[in-house]
């Protein structure tokens, strides 16, 4: 009787140890994340015309280092012109400008979810045998090229030409209310300044 | 546009099954014409600290990421009228009157910057969607600040006019005009 009593209790108490060990290995332990006060880091004087604002969203599928990552990300971005350096010839009756080079800013958006990771896996040989999870740098590297594809895209899709078309009207109107003359705004590339670039 | 989102997530999702590649084409995409004249921008930095950890976990999970969110100040150009600007030949000056200074928040960086690791041998590497929750934290945080603290618009505003001032009185005097210029409230 009182061996079978002992063979209970054991036996309790290994379920009681796997039960526990199971409970502790599939448990999430416990997650903080405290973020601290925004401090401004730089402030910056320009004179910038900006022609026109951007929003997208677009789907990020890469690969680095034999991993794979889908995620979708929102951006916010404006194209902008320089104003404040340019050359501007008031010499004559007709006031000549050139349009300066396009300043694409690209952003991630602040709105809630603008970088959402909806999977990553492990591809190539051994693939189930390494981690699926993306460095920081790695991390980064996708994102450096996700802006490099939509900068390639805004050139490619014309809105880059249709931000220089505004931009060149602007400085038009701008100017012309300043000097109260006729001005002539010269773009030396509709297409723009870094067409070439994202071929 | 939820219904295209889905398609377009469970086709990529299908493609990377198979080799991935990189792809170009946006969900969606919005562009619109802007008047605006930027005098002024502005860096705000943000820095997250994720600590995982429980008394039967041995070791440390520990990282800590910052990154930058920007804001701009700005004339609306559109708002500008003709009458705005009053040229006096005589006395060789002109009064302008530009439209209000307004602020706005551009975005924040795609990249986050390492500021410290830790992670036990026997603790797991933090993956993309801890980071997304990281950053996700970090600016609703930073948007509630901008929002709730007006002295980062202040400070801003009063960066702008000030370059506003200095660029429009330039700009005139070039003209050979000596110019005030007073913003509309």
């Known amino acids: 009787m009182i061996k079978r009593i002992k063979l209970i209790l054991i036996a309790v108490v290994l379920l009681a140890a796997v039960a526990a060990g199971l409970y502790f290995y599939f448990s999430t332990p416990k997650k903080t994340i405290d973020v601290s006060e925004g401090r401004v880091s730089r402030i910056e004087e320009m004179v910038r015309l900006c022609a026109v604002d951007i929003y997208s969203e677009v789907p990020v599928l890469d690969t680095i280092d034999n991993k794979v990552m889908f995620a979708v990300q929102k951006q916010k971005g404006s194209v902008l012109f320089d104003i404040e350096n340019m050359q501007v010839d008031a010499g004559g009756d007709t006031v000549r400008v050139t349009l300066p080079p396009e300043i694409i800013d690209l952003y991630e958006a602040t709105e809630d979810n603008s970088w959402e990771v909806i999977d990553t896996k492990a591809v190539g040989p051994m693939a189930m045998l390494r981690s699926d999870k993306f460095t920081v740098e790695e991390e980064n590297a996708v994102k ?46 509709p297409d723009g300044a870094h067409f070439s670039e994202y071929r | 546009m939820t219904l295209l989102r889905i398609a377009v997530c469970a086709a990529s999702l299908i493609l990377m099954s198979a080799c991935a590649k990189r792809d170009n084409t946006a969900l969606y995409q919005e562009i619109k014409s802007a008047d605006k004249m930027v005098f002024a921008s502005m860096a705000i930095t943000k820095t997250a600290k994720l600590e995982s950890s429980d008394w039967y976990k041995i070791g440390k999970r520990i990282a800590v990421y910052s990154y930058d969110s920007y804001m701009r100040a700005y004339i609306d150009l559109s708002a500008l009228q003709p009458e705005d600007i009053q040229f006096d030949d005589n006395a060789g000056t002109v009064k302008v009157i530009l439209p209000p200074v307004r602020t706005e928040v551009i975005g924040r960086d795609m990249e986050l910057r390492r500021e410290y690791e830790n992670i036990g041998l026997l603790r797991s590497d933090l993956d993309s969607r801890e980071r997304a929750e990281i950053k996700e934290k970090a600016n609703a945080s ?42 509309k409230p």
């Open chain 1, 144 to 189: 450096a090229n996700i802006k490099r594809n939509s900068r390639r895209l805004l050139y490619r899709n014309g809105t880059v030409k249709r931000a220089r078309a505004d931009g060149a009207q602007m400085l038009r109107t701008l100017l012309e209310t300043v000097y109260d003359r006729p001005v002539l705004v010269t773009d030396p590339t």
């Open chain 2, 142 to 183: 930073f948007r509630k600040e901008v929002e709730e603290n007006p002295e980062f618009r202040r400070q801003l505003t009063e960066t702008a006019r000030r370059k506003a001032r200095r660029y429009f009185e330039t700009l005139f005097e070039a003209n050979g005009y000596t110019a005030v210029i007073d913003f």
